[in-house]
């Protein structure tokens, strides 16, 4: 048992029992290495990461590899979804040297934290022009000793390349029309028209970008926008990346076509898109688009919930394959013609090879296919599809799971929150709504401190010993926000604002610009700040939309300057490289259409409220904030929103009044005429 015994962290968990003497990031691991004079190891990787576990297999867990690692090295081992400062740095400094990145990221550093030699994953043997690892090892060893000023100078050139690279994009304007247009025509350019999604293999599910063109389409009637997002949902619910039996959306697919996934399931992947498709649901009614947002929050619930109420973070791609005892990626999920026919007798069993696009030469490896739907499948009742399915989930639910990574991680837990808020109101189910409070009440008791300051992650109700960063902030405000949109209840506002108020006072440059981790976090070689939305939103877009939303909500403007000045990178950024900044161009379209401030007056259990709200809720104005409840007199007694201050019913009737730009339309009583104020399309 090494240093990583005791840890919160699954990830490093699963490296505790390595011969490898493993260190936690920490003061502790470089004072070591200055005392001994080595260089440090240091390897990045997350509970789900296929290649981790491959590594690990292969080198971490054989005694050779391991006993020349701890005579040479000290072994510093990170969980990046714990520590994504460190993981953002250090990534950094491996894409400008190679051109690439990923995981497992292996970088060595000398005793003063600065890197000097990079990599990602190496084989135990040389293979297709790697190094084997111990050839690495035995490489950097050698420089160390016998070139110790080369190694010196390279690290120090390195570290000023980093810190020549700060951002300046908080004095840019802010973006209009124009960059939100120009960041349409530059999905339009990278758009496959074929197979939706954007870009070649592998093809990942772009969520951001998803959102922000149905808040294009909402705004300005683009049917261009309207139908890419409509298209690539499709595509993806009837690919291989969309679990057929279970729901929830794998990582990403190795194809073009969405065929053939990464299994890895993500609780952000899954929060993002479920938020997606009850968006496109809400947009165009769709029954295909409800099934899925229903579906994948279902399996949020039942996969991935935990029992203090939480949601955990990821679901290994890798399981144990039945009657071989190995580990294989997708094992879980594939099947064969005789497997079907097994559970489900002949007749069905050819039944769901063909709906589910099974064939005898496989779809994946080893003559299995991934489960699919075609477009050109047969046309099957609804009954006995659903009984095919029930009975295939069932039989799978008996083969050996992958495993859970339990670390709940605050700012996906926001996005969960807003997910399952969403879903549960839109299609009238108050248990996914309890759900969202559930989570929402672990990150107040066990993440938030006195101060409000958040913790990154917990465990089995145990708080982690690190730090928020701006992701968490931005995220859990957004998922308070949401709640509160949909509850009716303050209390979710005020924990939103201590938040915001955070951001602005503790990761806030002086030109507006928001750094990714806090004036006094820990001090790494660099401070990280990075715009760009990839798997997620970056904390930067983030934290601006909840500022926006906090200010909408408030009539702060301290926070909606905040906003604004945070995005000026979505003018710089959003017509040359929009897939990479999704996040920040939906925040846009909700900072140009207002957002629109939506207040219902009215007493929580008159029908005719709660059909208001209903209506404010189902409207696709980007961004709308909704309050809800009791008027608020004019010295802030009597309701917990400052929209509904001195708002009055009308004929003594539920009222709802909708505002933006200063300006407020004519209250109304009728849900038909506050749906034409929100631009509502009526499922």
């Not at 699954?10 to 001994?36: C, I, K, M, S, T």
């Not at 066990?446 to 928020?468: E, F, I, Q, W, Y």
Request: charged content about 25%.
């Amino acid at each position: 048992m090494n240093r990583l015994a005791g840890v919160t962290s699954p990830y490093l968990l699963q490296h505790a029992e390595n011969p490898v003497d493993w260190w936690p990031w920490g003061p502790e691991a470089f004072e070591e290495a200055e005392r001994r004079d080595v260089p440090v190891l240091l390897s990045v990787g997350y509970s789900a990461c296929h290649w981790c576990h491959v590594m690990a297999h292969e080198s971490f867990e054989d005694e050779l590899t391991a006993a020349y690692m701890n005579e040479h090295f000290v072994n510093i081992k990170v969980d990046r979804e714990e520590r994504p400062d460190v993981d953002a740095v250090y990534m950094e400094a491996v894409q400008a040297a190679t051109g690439q990145g990923g995981w497992p990221m292996t970088v060595f550093l000398t005793p003063d934290a600065e890197p000097f030699y990079f990599g990602t994953y190496f084989p135990p043997e040389p293979r297709h022009g790697m190094p084997s690892f111990m050839q690495v090892l035995e490489g950097v060893r050698g420089a160390w000793v016998g070139r110790r000023g080369e190694v010196a100078e390279v690290a120090q050139r390195i570290v000023r390349d980093l810190a020549g690279r700060q951002l300046d994009y908080g004095k840019a304007g802010l973006p209009g029309g124009e960059e939100l247009g120009q960041a349409l025509l530059g999905l339009t350019r990278e758009y496959d028209a074929v197979r939706g999604g954007f870009g070649g293999a592998p093809k990942f599910p772009p969520s951001m970008a998803l959102e922000f063109l149905l808040r294009h389409h909402a705004r300005t009637g683009s049917e261009g926008a309207l139908q890419m997002a409509a298209d690539t949902c499709e595509a993806m619910a009837r690919g291989g990346i969309y679990d057929q039996l279970g729901g929830g959306f794998a990582r990403y697919s190795v194809d073009r076509e969405w065929v053939v996934p990464h299994f890895e399931k993500m609780l952000y992947d899954n929060a993002l898109l479920c938020r997606v498709y009850a968006h496109l649901w809400r947009a165009t009614g769709s029954d295909l688009a409800r099934r899925v947002a229903l579906e994948t929050a279902d399996f949020m619930v039942r996969e991935l919930r935990t029992e203090q109420g939480g949601f955990a973070s990821a679901l290994d791609a890798d399981s144990e394959e039945e009657g071989s005892g190995r580990h294989v990626e997708g094992a879980y999920y594939a099947w064969t013609p005789g497997q079907l026919a097994d559970v489900l007798g002949e007749a069905d069993g050819e039944l769901a090879a063909a709906y589910f696009g099974v064939t005898e030469e496989g779809t994946f490896e080893h003559g299995k296919s991934v489960l699919q739907l075609p477009q050109d499948g047969p046309v099957v009742e609804a009954d006995r599809i659903a009984s095919v399915k029930a009975r295939l989930l069932a039989a799978r639910g008996a083969r050996p799971a992958p495993g859970r990574d339990d670390k709940v991680v605050a700012a996906w837990n926001g996005l969960a929150i807003a997910a399952l808020a969403e879903c549960g109101a839109f299609f009238e189910r108050p248990d996914l709504v309890e759900r969202a409070i559930e989570a929402a009440d672990l990150l107040v008791r066990v993440h938030m401190d006195g101060m409000a300051r958040l913790a990154r992650t917990s465990k089995d109700g145990r708080v982690g010993a690190n730090a928020g960063v701006l992701e968490d902030y931005g995220d859990v405000a957004e998922g308070f926000l949401t709640l509160a949109s949909v509850t009716g209840e303050g209390v979710w506002l005020e924990f939103a604002g201590f938040l915001v108020d955070l951001v602005m006072a503790r990761f806030t440059a002086e030109d507006g610009s928001l750094y990714d981790t806090a004036h006094d976090a820990e001090r790494l070689i660099r401070r990280p700040q990075d715009p760009t939305d990839t798997a997620a939103p970056s904390g930067w877009t983030a934290a601006a939309g909840a500022l926006l939303s906090y200010a909408a909500h408030t009539g702060s403007r301290p926070h909606r300057e905040a906003a604004e000045r945070a995005l000026g990178v979505v003018q710089a950024l959003g017509p040359r490289a929009p897939r990479f900044i999704g996040h920040g161009l939906a925040v846009a379209e909700a900072l140009v259409d207002g957002p629109r401030e939506v207040a219902v007056v009215g007493h929580p259990e008159d029908p005719a409220t709660a059909a208001l709200h209903r209506t404010a809720l189902l409207g696709t104005a980007p961004g709308a904030v909704v309050a809800v409840g009791l008027p608020r007199a004019e010295d802030g007694s009597g309701g917990e929103f400052p929209l509904l201050a001195e708002r009055t019913l009308v004929r003594d009737l539920p009222t709802a009044y909708v505002c933006r730009h200063f300006v407020c339309a004519r209250p109304t009583t009728e849900p038909v005429e506050l749906a034409e104020q929100l631009g509502v399309v009526r499922p």
